[in-house]
């Protein structure tokens, strides 16, 4: 597929994104251009109703070189355990090639790189600190060694309830939660797990930290005891010890501004990662990124920092990549769903080719059908996913209205076919 043409030549109609960072002068002061990028991670971002683990189990089959999948949001219960559909979602028997420990370089098949294992991560929305807790250790009990927070969603049916973005609020309130989730982690409850000690991983970021005034006193975190944690790669954590908490925030609720507040308050704890959107609740997936904001964050972070928002093409990663090249990972959504062989591309391999785009999509359909036992159900989620696959051929804007008209699943392949036949550019 001539996806830099396709896809970055054209303005494509991310939902809720008006402006994109190839078509777009970002303020990204202080970097060299033209750095090498040093081996960065490329995560796909978790995504409700789109990437759960029949769709991560296609992809992964047909597009390895993912390093991490994350699960849409798990919510938490009061009883702290997993309902049976949480427990499908995460279950390794559901997820192959996804390793849910860290340690273990264990690959699909077809990948034939030498990158380490790619691993999924349990996301969960929560704002109470023991749900939090006692999830984490069903999680770690199943053998997961990073667990991500979601600070992000900006959902009307999350945000009032004090949860996703909603967190963002009350800095204060999101301080004793991390409090709360480190002191009862670390507590020695879980089986297998060990009593952790601080060693932050990029002690360059106090420096940066107190010149931006966001130092803080340290609270006692938690991370391996092991020492040359530093220096060691991220599939080097063991079951044996808790599981990393990571979190995926945005800026704010509804001021940019408020990250420095909220960057002060991440800068107290060990995280695995910090992953940015550098929007506010306010913007949704709106509106142009704040990277005069990310770019603060970045340099004052104390923890490895990811990127997320609107990478949409190579071009797109290489140009994040390179302004900011102390990047742990680049995490993208909207432009996997577009194009999922992205991250292929974005390592140098070869664009997107029109039959393997072709034999996912059908593959991904007969994996719905299996799983719902329901041509209408998988039909459905097809629709959605073609919301996005659509913006992979500009050219045809009839396309996706044929996929949404149709009512069978003949109906739908025939529209399908029509678009890939009809597809000038692969
Ligand atoms: C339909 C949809 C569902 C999403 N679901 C989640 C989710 O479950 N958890 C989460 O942290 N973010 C979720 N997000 C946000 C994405 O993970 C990501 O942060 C956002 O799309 C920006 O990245 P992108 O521009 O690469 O798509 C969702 C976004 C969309 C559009």
């Known amino acids: 597929m ?3 043409k396709n896809i970055s030549g054209t303005e494509m109609n991310m939902p809720g994104t008006e402006q994109n960072i190839s078509g777009t002068e970002m303020n990204m002061p202080g970097t060299e251009q033209g750095a090498p990028c040093s081996a960065p991670g490329y995560y796909f971002a978790p995504m409700e109703g789109f990437t759960g683990r029949i769709y991560r189990r296609v992809h992964h089959k047909y597009f390895p070189g993912i390093d991490k999948y994350f699960t849409p949001f798990l919510p938490t219960h009061l009883s702290g355990s997993l309902s049976a559909k ?4 995460v ?3 559901n997820n192959p090639g996804q390793s849910p420990v860290v340690n273990l370089p264990q690959k699909s098949e077809a990948d034939k790189s030498d990158r380490p294992a790619c691993f999924l991560i349990p996301q969960l929305l929560s704002k109470d600190s023991g749900q939090f807790v006692l999830t984490a250790k069903a999680l770690a009990d199943l053998g997961f060694g990073e667990i991500n927070l979601n600070l992000g969603c900006p959902s009307a049916t999350v945000v009032p309830k004090g949860r996703g973005s909603g967190m963002l609020k009350n800095p204060e309130a999101l301080n004793r939660f991390f409090e709360e989730i480190f002191a009862n982690l670390a507590d020695g409850n879980a089986p297998g797990l060990k009593k952790q000690i601080f060693i932050p991983e990029r002690p360059e970021a106090i420096n940066e930290s107190e010149k931006c005034g966001t130092a803080r006193p ?3 975190m938690s991370v391996s005891e092991r020492p040359g944690i530093l220096n060691e790669p991220d599939y080097a954590d063991t079951a044996e010890t808790q ?6 925030t945005r800026l704010g609720l509804t001021d940019p501004a408020e990250c420095r507040v909220l960057l002060d308050i991440f800068n107290r704890y060990d995280f695995k990662e910090l992953i940015i959107h550098p929007r506010t609740r306010e913007d949704f997936y709106k509106s142009p990124l704040h990277m005069d904001y990310f770019t603060e964050m970045y340099r004052a972070s104390r923890n490895p920092v990811v990127f997320n928002g609107d990478i949409k093409t190579a071009a797109d990663c290489r140009r994040i990549l390179e302004t900011y090249p102390d990047l742990k990972a680049v995490m993208i959504g909207r432009g996997l769903l577009i194009n999922p062989a992205l991250v292929r591309e974005a390592r140098g391999g070869k664009p ?3 039959e393997e785009y072709r034999a996912f999509l059908k593959e991904l359909f007969a994996a719905y059908e299996d ?6 159900n998988a039909l459905s989620k097809m629709k959605d996913l ?5 913006q992979a051929f500009p050219e045809n804007p009839a396309g996706l209205r044929s996929v949404k008209k149709a009512g069978t699943g003949s109906e739908y392949n025939m529209a399908v076919d029509k678009i890939f036949c009809s597809a000038e550019t692969f």
């Open 352 to 354: 997107l080719e029109k």
């Open 91 to 93: 279950d390794p028997a």
């Open 371 to 376: 799983e719902y036992q329901s041509e209408g």
């Open 386 to 390: 073609w919301t996005f696959a659509s």
């Open 218 to 220: 340290h609270v006692l």
């Open 86 to 89: 949480e427990r499908r979602e």
């Open 2 to 4: 001539g996806t830099e």
């Open 243 to 248: 599981p990393r908490i990571s979190v995926k």
